[in-house]
């Protein structure tokens, strides 16, 4: 139950919760969160928070790993972010969503240097090359794409397992990914990763 004792501010830590896009919004997410607490007095604070969270995980850059870039072409900075669902864009002031791009329209990824490339689509490709800051972040995020399309491979073969034990029809089994193939040109590395 509500306790305003030790349910003080700073009691709740809304930065771990909260990407670090949000920071002005850290102190509003725990004043909110205090004010629900205190309309459920029955609710303890454990569940209160867990209800901040899933309200949370519904904001479509939840979990994203985000860096700032340029697209190729342009002089506009953006935002560049990947979630364990999508690659996305956002506006770098206001880190509302321009553009979302569900992994499994990706086909391929990779980096030289500190230029990120990504070829998106179903039918007809696109490709989206964009200038990170650095090096490393071009390889982060493409380390991240790599790992949550693998992520979501090993998920769809488990479950192909599980219906097949259930006994449940399903569309057959899972490509597997390609793994990425790693060349080095002096000391950049490309990292090329292509999927079917």
């Known amino acids: 139950p509500f306790d305003p004792l030790v349910h003080t501010s700073g009691f709740?830590?809304?930065?771990?919760?909260?990407?670090?896009?949000?920071?002005?919004?850290?102190?509003?997410?725990?004043?909110?969160?205090?004010?629900?607490?205190?309309?459920?007095?029955?609710?303890?604070?454990?569940?209160?928070m867990a209800?901040?969270?899933?309200?949370?995980?519904?904001h479509p850059t939840y979990g994203a790993h985000i860096r700032r870039?340029?697209?190729?072409?342009?002089?506009?900075?953006?935002?560049?972010?990947?979630t364990a669902e999508n690659l996305i864009l956002l506006h770098p002031q206001t880190r509302r969503v321009v553009s979302r791009f569900p992994l499994d329209e990706i086909r391929q990824w990779g980096y030289s240097g500190d230029l990120l490339q990504v070829l998106i689509g179903k039918r007809s490709c696109t490709m989206r090359e964009f200038k990170m800051d650095s090096e490393h972040d071009a390889r982060l995020v493409t380390e991240l794409l790599e790992n949550y399309f693998r992520f979501a491979q090993e998920h769809k073969r488990e479950r192909a397992v599980m219906d097949t034990r259930l006994g449940i029809a399903s569309p057959g089994p899972p490509s597997a990914p390609k793994r990425a193939s790693e060349q080095t040109r002096g000391r950049t590395k490309v990292w090329q990763n292509k999927r079917r």
């Not at 969160?33 to 609710?43: A, G, I, N, Y």
């Not at 209800?51 to 519904?58: A, D, E, G, P, Y």
């Not at 870039?69 to 990947?82: F, I, N, R, W």
């Open 12 to 48: 709740f830590q809304p930065e771990l919760y909260l990407p670090s896009s949000f920071e002005m919004s850290l102190n509003l997410a725990e004043e909110l969160v205090f004010e629900k607490h205190r309309t459920l007095p029955q609710t303890d604070s454990v569940q209160v």
């Open 69 to 82: 870039a340029v697209e190729a072409g342009t002089t506009s900075v953006m935002v560049v972010g990947v």
């Open 51 to 58: 209800r901040f969270v899933k309200l949370c995980m519904v």
